[in-house]
């Protein structure tokens, strides 16, 4: 019930003992919200969203004022994901009664984060069920959307191989592949082959993927071309063929190094 339906059911029970009964109600505490979060979120499940200002186990608090607001409950499962549509999020809501009916709509928060409207990020009901779809391709707006609410603020991704400071690097949300391997300190110049680029992406099934794709300064952010980076993801810059003829050279001659050095000692001691 709202406020007002509340006033008149009451003003109705009361009447049956007052002439002229009048109550005037206010919210003293909202009752905690449960809503769902499924599709592309980092934290998918089920969160309980409440003003209390307490965070525990099991439930979210929402740190504005306000009632809790869609983007209040992503913000909350950790953000989106490199895939997400923000062109096409739903949200389902019950309808009261028995039946079990749902209504459905369907919200752009694109527009919410570009133009302000606040239509697209409506308040949430008790039962709410919100669905991040995936999009075919990563949005040009991938980047700049990183630094909203909606994004984490940052992930951990792996690079190997040639790269002048590889090893865990920790870069902003929605990172593209070419400016992962820039934050470790860029290719070895003779080292790495940069056609020879390997990312290695562990999915939510449990399933590896491995793609290759080659580095290009120029190349904005792209599925194809320079993928926008996932928590966790493994990068790997291949040698280039000088780089594998050296290490093949070192291999032989290494441990032949003593040998190498006793020959040289004895032609010594003989020319003395």
Request: charged letters at 20%.
């Amino acid at each position: 019930m709202t406020l007002s339906q509340a006033s008149q059911w009451l003003e109705t029970l009361y009447k049956r003992q007052l002439l002229r009964p009048e109550l005037q109600l206010s919210m003293v505490t909202p009752r905690p919200l449960r809503v769902a979060l499924v599709g592309q979120v980092i934290n998918p499940g089920l969160y309980t969203l409440s003003q209390s200002g307490n965070e525990s186990r099991g439930e979210v608090a929402v740190s504005n004022l306000g009632l809790p607001t869609l983007v209040d409950a992503i913000a909350k499962a950790g953000g989106i994901t490199s895939d997400a549509d923000l062109r096409s999020v739903m949200l389902q809501r019950r309808l009261p009664g028995e039946a079990g009916a749902y209504k459905r709509t369907r919200l752009n928060l694109l527009a919410l984060i570009q133009e302000g409207d606040q239509q697209q990020n409506p308040l949430l009901f008790d039962g709410d069920t919100i669905r991040v779809e995936a999009a075919a391709e990563p949005l040009p707006e991938m980047i700049e959307l990183s630094s909203t609410t909606l994004a984490p603020k940052s992930i951990t991704v792996n690079v190997i191989g040639e790269a002048k400071g590889g090893g865990r690097v920790q870069v902003p949300a929605n990172t593209p592949l070419v400016q992962a391997v820039l934050a470790a300190g860029g290719p070895i110049a003779w080292r790495a082959n940069p056609g020879d680029v390997e990312l290695v992406r562990l999915s939510r099934n449990g399933t590896v993927t491995r793609q290759k794709f080659a580095l290009n300064l120029s190349q904005g952010a792209s599925n194809s071309k320079n993928p926008p980076l996932r928590d966790g993801d493994t990068v790997i810059i291949n040698r280039s063929a000088l780089a594998v003829t050296s290490d093949a050279l070192t291999a032989v001659i290494t441990p032949l190094s003593p040998i190498l050095g006793i020959l040289g000692f004895i032609e010594v001691v003989n020319n003395r």
